[in-house]
């Protein structure tokens, strides 16, 4: 941009015909300073657009660091969750594990019963036989 207000962008409204090597000094001056303001308007233009386009830079790198910290949040929620999960896991097997352990004592013990039971009710029979032999 600057470089096309060098080469003569807004000369139009002199002739022609007209050259600056053959100015006055003072016109010569008056030509540099109007350049100068148009390169310095320019200049200020690109200052202005800089801002604009560094101040959504900022803006876009705080939403991201804003979003990369929500990630991380929630991966540190999911993390817990799956230990959780995996601690609730690991006391179900334990107690289902307790409970078989349990049931298979029990079923023991029903048939160690059930043979003492079977036993109690041979020597009563046998007691009644011997009674009933007796008592003859």
Known sequence: MAGELQHGVGMSTMPKNFTLENASPSTKLLEKRR?????QEALELQKKEFARKEEAFR??????????????????????????????RVRAEKKAADEIKSRQQKQKEIEQLAETLEQLRDEKEHVHDVLDKYMQ
């Open 59 to 88: 803006k876009r790198e705080e939403a991201l660091k804003k979003k990369d910290l929500e990630l991380q949040e929630s991966l540190i929620r999911f993390s817990k969750f799956l230990q959780e999960n995996d601690s609730k």
């Open 35 to 39: 350049q100068m303001f148009e390169v």
